[in-house]
T-cell receptor, first 119, second 111 residues
Framework: GAGVSQTPSNKVTEKGKYVELRCDPI?????LYWYRQSLGQGPEFLIY????????DSGLPNDRFFAVRPEGSVSTLKIQRTERGDSAVYLC?????????????????FGPGTRLTVL | DAKTTQPPSMDCAEGRAANLPCNHS???????VYWYRQIHSQGPQYIIH???NNETNEMASLIITEDRKSSTLILPHATLRDTAVYYC????????????FGKGTRLHILP
């Protein structure tokens, strides 16, 4: 596709349940980022992948949060034992950072986000 | 924490120029100024970036002061579709680094 896509667009779950959020980056983008955005706040960094490996996971709030990118393309953010405080919009972005000679190599392209509501 | 300071909200009449200020007094010599915007229910969208020279593209102009401690994003002819939250960010260019967002400026375009 032309842009970053995220599924589902909305997810409602109950406290204590497990959820998976999916991100399809722009084809060929090596870097992938997850952010979380609470109401009225700017996006907050969670984790960054370069290829298949997590290069920086310093933003993950606790060990209930985990993300994978097994083939260096699609990524899944996994949240165990969800809590009401996890309710937010989860944003994914991708970029060509690190690829020499690319146009706008320093631009992150964001998806529309997944709105997670934990009841 | 974000290294930038922006007013929480601004109004601008449709068709007029919208001038959005940003203070970044602790910016380092190798850090660029980036602007993103976020329209309601969408992800942030890149607008423009610059180091020390003024920059212009099809979306906006970026004016950076000589001491680089502040900048202004200019939307020359604002339309209702420019209603959004605008984020000013400083970052080292072409490095695989996370973006640290502040709260941004909520721009209201008035008909």
């Amino acid at each position: 596709g032309a842009g970053v896509s995220q599924t589902p667009s909305n997810k409602v779950t109950e406290k204590g349940k497990y959820v998976e959020l999916r991100c399809d980056p722009i084809s060929g983008h090596t870097a992938l980022y997850w952010y979380r955005q609470s109401l009225g706040q700017g996006p907050e960094f969670l984790i960054y992948f370069q290829g298949t490996g997590a290069a920086d996971d310093s933003g993950l709030p606790n060990d209930r949060f985990f993300a994978v990118r097994p083939e260096g393309s699609v990524s899944t953010l996994k949240i165990q034992r969800t809590e009401r405080g996890d309710s937010a919009v989860y944003l994914c972005a991708s970029s060509l950072i690190g690829v020499p000679g690319t146009m706008r190599a320093d631009t992150q392209y964001f998806g529309p986000g997944t709105r997670l509501t934990v009841l | 924490d974000a290294k930038t300071t922006q007013p929480p909200s601004m109004d601008c009449a449709e068709g007029r120029a919208a001038n959005l200020p940003c203070n970044h007094s602790t910016i380092s010599g190798n850090e660029y100024v980036y602007w993103y915007r976020q329209i309601h229910s969408q992800g942030p969208q890149y607008i423009i970036h610059g180091l020390k020279n003024n920059e212009t593209n099809e979306m906006a102009s970026l004016i950076i002061t000589e001491d680089r401690k502040s900048s202004t994003l200019i939307l020359p002819h604002a339309t209702l579709r420019d209603t959004a939250v605008y984020y000013c960010i400083v970052n080292v260019r072409n490095r695989d680094d996370k973006i640290i967002f502040g709260k941004g400026t909520r721009l209201h375009i008035l008909p």
